[in-house]
């Protein structure tokens, strides 16, 4: 375990100095927005997935500020599913250059890539997806893609439910995805997360819904796909209802209960997240559940692992439900 704990703070150092070095390389970022979140219904039936509240803040804000860190400022954003509630956090996100790319017909992961194209420009990209927060080492991303000159760069977290991704002996290559080049079987998650080259960007075919896999496993085959293993910070896909209370439960972004909420004198909040402008009357028990910002828990009430999202009165006794 020591060994382990050096080897981190090793990697923690070089990947600080990486980031003095590399901040300026990569500029942009490019944020999966579009897609439906059917996982995550009926909280995606009002809000993108990327705009989902995470402790008081969008999803997307965090990838922001993660991003800002690391000198990006310009960011592409695709939409589909509500687009129109994309315009107050383009109000909200101060110092930030967001261009929204509207997909009337969902393009998919290669599609969406392919269709920011004229936008990306000549300059390496951030890919993150909407449904991922993130505390990994990024710079760490950065400066391997960097020094690889690679078209692409994943990053990968060793350890996962999907781990669909295998790499040579260096760790450095991908090898083989879903096993569908027949190389080797999977042992390592891929983030959603990676940098990409706009040449990468311009074999995509124009204009179709088409996902990028394909195009990374012809690289694998080449040789030609990079990785880097990014196992320190925190790493969670809140793709799904458990996910997203779950990371509610185990993390500390933020104040749980928003200095802005109501609580009256004689309501109970236990291990719950409340945010700006919730009102918990008198009486009404919240136990491990997250209240979106104006939610109304009425007098009374008793919510156990519920996500309170209408923005409609919420009466009576409810547990794991969606309200």
Same mark, same amino acid.
């Given at each position: ?15 600080? +100095? ?268 919240? +136990? ?36």
């Amino acid at each position: 375990n020591m060994l382990r704990d050096t080897q981190a703070e090793s990697r923690s150092v070089l990947a600080s +100095r990486n980031h003095r070095r590399h901040s300026h390389f990569m500029h942009q970022a490019f944020i999966l927005g579009a897609g439906l979140g059917t996982r995550l219904r009926p909280l995606t039936d009002r809000l993108p997935k990327p705009l989902v509240p995470l402790f008081h803040q969008p999803i997307a804000a965090w990838t922001i500020n993660a991003c800002a860190k690391l000198g990006i400022r310009r960011f592409a954003i695709n939409t589909h599913h509500l687009p129109e509630a994309w315009d107050d956090f383009a109000t909200h996100s101060v110092g930030n250059e967001i261009t929204f790319f509207h997909e009337p017909i969902l393009l998919e992961t290669g599609g969406g890539l392919r269709n920011i194209s004229e936008w990306v420009g000549d300059s390496p990209l951030l890919v993150h997806n909407g449904d991922i927060f993130s505390t990994m080492p990024l710079d760490a991303l950065l400066a391997a893609h960097k020094a690889s000159g690679l078209p692409v760069t994943l990053a990968l977290r060793s350890q996962g439910t999907a781990a669909h991704i295998a790499l040579d002996a260096s760790g450095s290559r991908v090898i083989d995805i879903h096993k569908k080049l027949g190389r080797a079987a999977g042992t390592h998650v891929f983030s959603g997360i990676y940098c990409v080259n706009p040449e990468f960007i311009r074999q995509i075919p124009a204009n179709e819904k088409i996902s990028v896999i394909p195009f990374f496993l012809e690289l694998a085959k080449q040789n030609q796909l990079g990785a880097i293993t990014l196992d320190e910070g925190v790493w969670l896909d809140l793709g799904d209802r458990e996910s997203y209370l779950r990371a509610h439960r185990e993390l500390e972004l933020a104040p749980r209960v928003h200095p802005d909420a109501l609580i009256e004198p004689g309501a109970t909040i236990i291990d719950s997240v409340v945010g700006p402008g919730a009102m918990v009357e008198s009486g009404a028990v919240v +136990r491990d559940s997250v209240v979106w910002p104006n939610a109304k828990i009425v007098r009374g009430a008793d919510l156990a692992r519920c996500i309170v999202c209408s923005g409609d009165p919420v009466a009576g006794i409810h547990s794991d439900a969606d309200l």
